[in-house]
């Protein structure tokens, strides 16, 4: 059984409805992935994470203002923040997210990103409550600006970032976490980083229905492809891939305490 530690289950990717949403859900959760963390970008769809989450047994949210939905309206950012706060004391949201900097695209807010992703970080401190981030062409900014939160814990989602930055991470107490990216043909540089994560510092997730692993990139993903990066990282590591299940699993428990 394999733990997914970022998916979007309320994409409509996924279906029109939430009964179609819900239908593919309650399938996956059936077969071999024993738990997801759906992660919000927005309060709207935290609070359908959440709904989500009440809902199915294996399902947990994060809750968090996302770059990409930072808006020109500051008031109106500062409202969502303080409304995702209210949020987190519930007993399945298990992490503040994804939050972080997106310089991919939008480069023109970079300010009101940055003054967003450390309000967050602030709450994360105050709350004791792990953070997903997301850095995409951001890497210098984002390093820098959680560097300034000694204690705060959490994952960077999806890795892209250099092997160099890692170690920092690693040095701060952070949690690396891989995606089907891994699996592509051309991920050189990545396969290098897989291997050079501690046992006790590496996830694995979907960002489904984005990011599906070869030999299924472009289509749909859902946390059943979990599988082929599970897979891959293994035979990086130069493990047996139900060892690297084991000990992912166990990461995210570590991490996400609120997970039973
Ligand atoms: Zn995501």
Known sequence: MVFDTHSHYYDDKFGETREERDAILEEVLSGCVSGVINCGTTYENSLECIRI????GGAYAA??????DVTDDYAFNDESVGKIKALLSHKKVVALGEIGLDYHWREDNKGEQK????SQLEIAVKEDIPVVVHD???????LSIVSEYKGVKGVFHSYSGSIEAAKELLKMGWYISFSGVITFKNAVRMAEIVKSIPDDRILIETDCPYLA????????NDSRLILFTA????????????????????NAKRLFTKIK
Do not use: Y
């Open 53 to 56: 989450a009440e809902k199915f």
């Open 63 to 68: 809750c968090g203002l996302h770059p990409e």
């Open 115 to 118: 003054r967003i992703f450390r």
């Open 136 to 142: 995409r062409d951001a890497h210098g900014d984002t």
């Open 213 to 220: 692993p070869h030999p299924h990139r472009g289509e749909r």
């Open 231 to 250: 897979e891959k990282a293994a035979e990086l590591r130069n493990l047996p891939v139900d060892r690297l299940i084991s000990q992912t699993n166990e």
